[in-house]
C-alpha cells in the first residue's frame, strides 16, 4: 500500500479515528473492511463523507481509516472530524469552508459519569415515603 500523504485524529462520544489520506480514486476502507460494509447505514455514510463533498475532493483522495470505541453514530463524526483535519492539512485553503460547513469543531458531549448513591449519572432510587 503507498505511503499516506497525511494522518489526523477524529474524535467523537468514546470513538476514535485514525485516518490516513492517499492520493487515489475515492475508496474508502475502514478496519479494512470495505465503507459500505462498515457503514450499512445511508445516513452515517453521508455524514461520514461530508468533508470530502464539501471540499469537492471526492475522487482525488482515498481514505484508510481505523476506528474503535463507541457506536456506530460516533464513529461516524469521529471518521467526519478526522477527514476534514486531514484534508486541510493537504489544502489549507480549504480551512474556511469547513469551518463555516462547522465540519472542524470537535463535539465535546461525552457521557456524564456515574455518582455513588444514584443509579445512573442523575438518576435516583425510587423513593419510598413508609
Do not use: C, W
Amino acid at each position: 500500500m503507498a505511503k499516506p500523504l497525511v494522518q489526523s485524529t477524529g474524535r467523537r462520544k468514546r470513538a476514535v479515528a485514525r485516518v490516513r489520506l492517499r492520493t487515489g480514486e475515492g475508496a474508502i476502507t475502514i478496519n479494512k473492511r470495505p465503507f459500505e460494509e462498515y457503514f450499512p447505514s445511508e445516513t452515517h455514510r453521508t455524514l461520514a463523507t461530508e468533508p470530502l463533498r464539501i471540499a469537492g475532493a471526492a475522487e482525488r483522495y482515498d481514505v484508510d481509516a481505523t476506528i474503535d470505541g463507541g457506536g456506530i453514530a460516533g464513529q461516524a463524526g469521529a471518521l467526519r472530524l478526522g477527514i476534514a483535519r486531514g484534508l486541510i492539512e493537504l489544502e489549507a485553503d480549504l480551512r474556511g469552508n469547513l469551518k463555516k460547513a462547522g465540519m472542524l469543531t470537535r463535539d465535546a458531549r461525552e457521557k456524564e459519569s456515574k455518582k455513588y448513591g444514584l443509579k445512573k449519572a442523575r438518576k435516583a432510587p425510587q423513593y419510598s415515603k413508609r
